[in-house]
């Protein structure tokens, strides 16, 4: 079993095309949040929805990993309701490492700051991807370099 499992949410496959980069580099395991209540567009249109708790019922147990890398689209210049969800739900139990990368289009906000402040002394290490669907190759390469800094923390 690996000691590293990346657990994310991706409304339109950015980080779901990283964090499954990030899986093979490392050869780890990894989990998609999958909000209870479907998020759509006519959700994204309410403001409210952004302020609100977006549960995530089903989820790994994930005391068992050394490493977790918690992924996520930014909205609003923070980070999506579901992985806000999750990061509250384990930051007082998880015991391990935790790094965190987000998908963005120019404006990251809050998204660092947030989950550096959850898990201050556990915290490794962190990175933005540039709209990786139409940014590939050179989202691709970042992907490296990231995983063999996080191997070398
Ligand atoms: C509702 C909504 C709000 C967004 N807000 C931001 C933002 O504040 N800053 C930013 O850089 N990108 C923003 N984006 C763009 C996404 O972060 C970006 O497209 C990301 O790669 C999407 O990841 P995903 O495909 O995994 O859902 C927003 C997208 C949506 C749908």
Do not use: Q
């Amino acid at each position: 079993m690996s000691n590293t499992i990346v657990v994310y949410y991706s409304f339109s496959g950015n980080t779901r095309l990283i964090a499954e980069k990030i899986t093979k580099s490392l050869n780890s395991e990894k989990f998609e949040l999958i909000p209870d209540k479907k998020i759509d567009l006519d959700l994204l249109r309410d403001k409210e929805f952004f302020n609100s708790e977006a549960k995530c019922s089903k989820i790994n147990d994930i005391s068992k990993y050394k490493n977790i890398i918690i992924g996520s689209p930014v909205w609003a210049r923070t980070i999506s309701p579901p992985v806000k969800w999750f990061i509250e739900k384990i930051k007082d139990d998880y015991k391990g490492k935790v790094s965190f990368f987000c998908c963005h289009s120019g404006v990251i906000g809050d998204s660092f700051e947030f989950i550096e402040e959850k898990f201050t002394d556990r915290f490794l290490t962190k990175k933005g991807f540039y709209n990786p669907l139409t940014n590939l190759s050179s989202c691709f390469e970042e992907v490296d370099k990231w995983v063999n800094e996080f191997k070398t923390k």
